[in-house]
């Protein structure tokens, strides 16, 4: 078991940043495929980044890419999302969440969340 907290949502205006971090504990994340996935009230909870177990490899949803870079340092027990150039449609819960499964871009495929921290970006 892998046990996630996310941190450092927070509101900004439309063209700041944001860097979101995520503390794992327990079952060493090593083991997992890491992602982010955001979510606003009536939507599916959609993919954002995703970065496999090395570190070597990242995958991102086209609207993020060039913006948004996910990283990730299993000897600390942390994965980050540093968002640039923020847009009011980038506005969200985001969503830290391991991975056993195969697709590193589907929701199905990741076994851990966490509670999700508040991103708000004003125009």
């Known amino acids: 078991q892998v046990q996630l907290v996310e941190s450092g949502g927070g509101l900004v205006q439309a063209g700041g940043s944001l860097r979101l971090s995520c503390a794992a504990s327990g079952r060493s994340i090593s083991n997992y495929i890491m992602g982010w996935f955001r979510q606003t009230p009536g939507k599916e909870r959609e993919f954002v980044a995703g970065?496999?177990?090395?570190?070597?490899?990242?995958r991102y949803a086209d609207s993020v890419k060039d913006r948004f870079t996910i990283s990730r340092d299993n000897a600390k027990s942390t994965v980050n999302l540093q968002m640039n150039s923020l847009q009011p449609e980038d506005t969200a819960v985001y969503y830290c969440?391991?991975?056993?499964?195969?697709?590193?871009?589907?929701?199905?495929?990741?076994?851990?969340w966490g509670q999700g921290t508040q991103v708000t970006v004003s125009s």
């Open positions: 969440a391991a991975s056993s499964g195969l697709f590193i871009n589907r929701v199905d495929s990741y076994t851990y």
């Open positions: 970065i496999h177990r090395s570190g070597g490899t990242t």
